[in-house]
């Protein structure tokens, strides 16, 4: 079992006391198994409405265009067990989570939701110990690790804008290919009623087209 000093640095949070993150690893097996009182399904509870007020507000703010239910679906898929799967993961936390011995070759499978659980728990542990806008941070610290453009269709967004202006559609052409053939780069431009309305960089030619249409979708919006 790591330290909980290596995590807190992972985390990049400063505690004040560190007993809440204590409790935020505490597994109800692991409780159980020890008669301890505490086990961190409470802060599990608080933690899971935090971290949905926080992705919200950014998601909100991230993305002016869209409506309630492009909102409802974007926040849905950051706060998924996936989601809290892959963040516990790149955390490392099945490493500091106790659990009961019975417990421990479960900890990081789907179906127990161990690291899940333990993640919205971490939450509510900075919440309580160091109040929303640290906790907010946090949270908005991790949304730069996502790639909105595998979550929001900026294509096909774009394409319905176009033909409900113009009556078109869009046209995608590939302006640079650099880098080895192993880790190639691809610049794209969008042209939208022929003209260029975007330019987007990625590791493939979907990713660049993807981050051209989304420039030309929110800027064909706010020109409307």
């Known amino acids: 079992?790591?330290?909980?000093?290596?995590?807190i640095e992972k985390l990049g949070v400063e505690f004040e006391d560190k007993s809440f993150l204590d409790v935020a690893l505490l597994h109800r097996s692991y409780?159980?198994?020890h008669q301890i009182e505490k086990d961190n399904e409470r802060l599990e509870f608080l933690g899971d409405s935090i971290l949905n007020a926080c992705v919200s507000d950014i998601i909100f703010r991230r993305f002016p265009e869209k409506d309630e239910g492009d909102l409802t679906k974007i926040r849905a898929r950051l706060?998924?067990?996936k989601a809290l799967r892959v963040w516990g993961n790149r955390l490392g936390l099945s490493d500091y989570i106790q659990v009961s011995d019975k417990m421990k070759d479960h900890i990081s499978t789907n179906q127990t939701h161990i690291v899940e659980n333990a993640m919205e728990a971490i939450v509510g542990a900075i919440y309580l110990d160091r109040g929303y806008e640290v906790t907010y941070?946090?949270?908005e610290n991790y949304m730069k690790n996502q790639d909105f453009h595998k979550i929001v269709d900026f294509k096909s967004h774009l394409q319905e804008l176009s033909v409900e202006i113009f009556g078109n559609l869009p046209e995608y052409k590939v302006l640079a290919e650099e880098g080895p053939a192993h880790r190639r780069k691809f610049k794209v431009a969008v042209l939208v009623n022929d003209k260029v309305s975007g330019k987007g960089k990625g590791n493939s030619k979907k990713e660049a087209e993807q981050a051209a249409a989304e420039k030309a979708y929110k800027k064909i919006s706010e020109d409307r």
């Open 31 to 33: 409780s159980s198994a």
């Open 1 to 7: 079992m790591k330290t909980i000093e290596s995590l």
């Open 137 to 139: 941070a946090f949270v």
């Open 79 to 81: 706060v998924s067990r």
